[in-house]
C-alpha cells in the first residue's frame, strides 16, 4: 500500500535536509519540530504552498507542487489541517467557515451541508455562535470552529499544526481526545501531529513520536 | 531625467501588465466556475452587490438627484425658461456622458474600493489566504473573482439609477421651480438620449466597475507581512483607481465623441 505521505530527501534549507519518512495510511504519528515556525512551514509543504528545493513530497501517491490547480484543490480537499488559532476566514460566520470547504468541493444540498455543520459544531460547543464572526470569538472558540471545519469534509489524511499553549487542561485533553476519536472514525484514516513539544500531546495515547532535527527525521 | 522617466514608464507598463493578469486569471476562473459550479462563489458575489450596489444605492440617489437639480437651476438662470429642450440637452450631456459612470465610480472608489483593498490585505497578512488554497479553494477564484464582478455589476446598476434619478431631479426642479411641463422637457432629452449615448455610459461603467476592482483588489493581494501595509493598499488603491478612471474617462470620450 503506498505511503499517505511521503518526504524523498526533501530539501528546504534550513527546515528539511534531505529528509526521509513515510506515514502509513490509518497511523497516527507525531512529528516533533524544532520550532513553531518550522511546523507552519511543514504545513505549507505539505498542501504544496511552499515547494521543496530539492526531493519530494508525495501526498495521497501525489506531488502537490507538481499538479495543476484543479488537482491541487482535489488533492487538498482530502486533507484536513487543524491550524493552532482556527485559521478561520474572518468576514465569514463560523457555520459559514465550516460550511465552505463543503459547499465548495461537494455537490451536497445546502441544507444537508449546513445539518452536518452544526452537528460538528455542537459536539465542540460551538452551537450557539453559529451566527458570530471569528473576531467575536474566544482563541479556544475559534479552536474549537477550526477543528469542526477540518472534521467537515472526512479528510483522509488531518495533520494538527499542535500548540499547547493557551489551552487549560480540560481543553488539551477534549482536542486530543476528539482527535485520536476522529482518527477512528474512517479506517485508514492518517493522522499527523506536529508540535515543538512532545509533552503537548501527553494523554494522547501510545503511536510514533519522530523528531525532526537539523532538517532529518530521527 | 530622462531615466527617470523612462523608471516611471516602465513601473506604469509593469502595474497594466500586471491588473492585466489579475484580470485574465479572473476570467480564467470563471471558466473554472462555469465547469465546477458556482455555488460558493456565487454567494461571495451577491455579497459583493449587496456591499457596494445596494448599500450606496441611497447615497447615489441624493446626490443625483441634486445634481440633476443644480444642472436644470444653472441652466435656467443663464439661459431662461424657453430653452427647456437646450437645457434637457445639456442635462443629458453632462449626466448621461459623464457624470453619471464617472461620479458613480468615484463613489464606489471611496466606499468599496478602500474596503476591498483593506479587507483583502488583513487577510492576506492573517494567512487566510493560504488557509483557503490549503482547503483546495483557489482564493483568486474564490476572493477575486466575484469582487471584480460584484464591484462591476453594482457600478453598472447605480450608474444607471444615477442617471435615471438625474434626470428625474432635473424635472422635478423644472416644474415646481419654472413650471415647465413635462412635454416641454422630453423635448429636450428624449431626442438626445439614444441607444448611442446609453451605450456609451454603459461601456464607461463596464471598464470604470472593472478598473475600480481589480486595482483594489491588486492592492490588497500585494501587502508583504506588515500590518502597516494595510492602510497603504486602501490608500494606494483608491488613488490608482481614481487617476486610472479618469484617465480612461478622457480616453473613451476623446475616442467615442
Known amino acids: ?218 | 531625467m530622462l531615466t527617470a522617466a523612462g523608471r516611471q514608464a516602465t513601473r506604469g507598463l509593469l502595474f497594466v501588465g500586471e491588473l492585466s493578469m489579475l484580470l485574465f486569471r479572473a476570467f480564467l476562473e470563471s471558466l473554472a466556475v462555469v465547469r465546477q459550479g458556482f455555488r460558493p462563489v456565487f454567494r461571495v458575489y451577491l455579497k459583493q452587490v449587496y456591499f457596494t450596489g445596494v448599500q450606496a444605492l441611497a447615497v447615489i440617489l441624493v446626490l443625483f438627484l441634486l445634481i440633476g437639480a443644480l444642472i436644470i437651476t444653472q441652466m435656467f438662470n443663464l439661459a431662461g425658461t424657453g430653452s427647456a429642450s437646450l437645457t434637457g440637452k445639456v442635462l443629458v450631456w453632462i449626466v448621461v456622458r459623464e457624470l453619471g459612470p464617472l461620479l458613480t465610480a468615484v463613489i464606489v472608489i471611496a466606499r468599496s474600493g478602500t474596503a476591498i483593498a483593506t479587507e483583502l490585505a488583513t487577510m492576506k497578512i492573517n494567512g487566510e489566504i493560504d488557509v483557503l488554497e490549503s482547503l483546495g479553494i483557489p482564493a483568486v477564484r474564490y476572493l477575486i473573482l466575484p469582487r471584480i464582478l460584484g464591484m462591476t455589476t453594482a457600478v453598472l446598476v447605480l450608474t444607471l439609477y444615477a442617471e435615471a434619478v438625474s434626470v428625474a431631479g432635473g424635472f422635478l426642479t423644472a416644474s415646481l421651480a419654472w413650471g415647465v411641463p413635462l412635454e416641454q422637457f422630453n423635448q429636450g432629452i428624449v431626442p438626445f438620449l439614444t441607444p448611442r449615448e446609453i451605450g456609451i455610459s454603459f461601456l464607461k461603467s463596464l471598464v470604470f466597475g472593472l478598473l475600480v476592482s481589480t486595482v483594489c483588489c491588486r492592492q490588497g493581494l500585494s501587502v508583504g507581512g506588515s500590518l502597516t501595509q494595510v492602510p497603504q493598499a486602501g490608500t494606494k488603491g483608491v488613488m490608482q483607481s481614481l487617476l486610472l478612471v479618469f484617465l480612461l474617462d478622457v480616453a473613451i470620450t476623446a475616442t467615442l465623441y
Not at chain 1, 516533533?32 to 505549507?44: C, I, P, Q
Not at chain 1, 485559521?87 to 445539518?115: C, D, M
Not at chain 1, 481543553?171 to 481526545?177: D, M
Open chain 1, 1 to 218: 500500500m503506498d505511503a499517505a505521505v511521503r518526504f524523498i530527501d526533501a530539501v528546504l534549507d534550513p527546515v528539511l535536509k534531505g529528509a526521509d519518512r513515510s506515514f502509513e495510511p490509518g497511523t497516527i504519528s507525531a512529528v516533533v519540530t524544532e520550532g513553531e515556525d518550522v511546523s507552519a512551514l511543514l504545513v505549507r509543504v505539505l498542501t504544496g504552498l511552499t515547494p521543496l528545493e530539492e526531493g519530494q513530497v508525495l501526498i495521497l501517491g501525489h506531488d502537490l507542487v507538481l499538479l495543476s490547480k484543479e488537482k491541487q484543490g482535489e488533492v487538498r480537499r482530502r486533507i484536513g489541517i487543524v491550524f493552532p488559532d482556527g485559521g478561520l476566514i474572518s468576514n465569514l460566520k463560523v457555520l459559514e467557515n465550516v460550511t465552505l470547504p463543503l459547499l465548495y468541493h461537494t455537490g451536497e444540498s445546502r441544507r444537508e451541508i449546513e445539518r452536518r455543520a452544526i452537528a460538528l459544531l455542537d459536539r465542540f460547543g460551538c452551537g450557539d455562535v453559529l451566527f458570530e464572526l471569528p473576531g467575536n470569538l474566544s482563541a479556544s472558540r475559534r479552536r474549537r470552529v477550526g477543528f469542526a471545519r477540518a472534521f467537515a469534509p472526512d479528510p483522509e489524511v488531518i495533520v494538527y499544526h499542535w500548540r499547547a499553549g493557551g489551552l487549560d487542561v480540560e481543553e488539551r485533553e477534549l482536542f486530543l481526545r476528539e482527535a485520536v476519536a476522529f482518527h477512528g472514525d474512517a479506517p485508514g484514516r492518517t493522522t499527523i501531529f506536529l508540535t515543538p513539544h512532545a509533552g503537548a500531546l501527553a494523554g494522547a495515547g501510545t503511536f510514533p513520536i519522530v523528531h525532526l532535527t537539523r532538517g532529518r527525521f530521527e
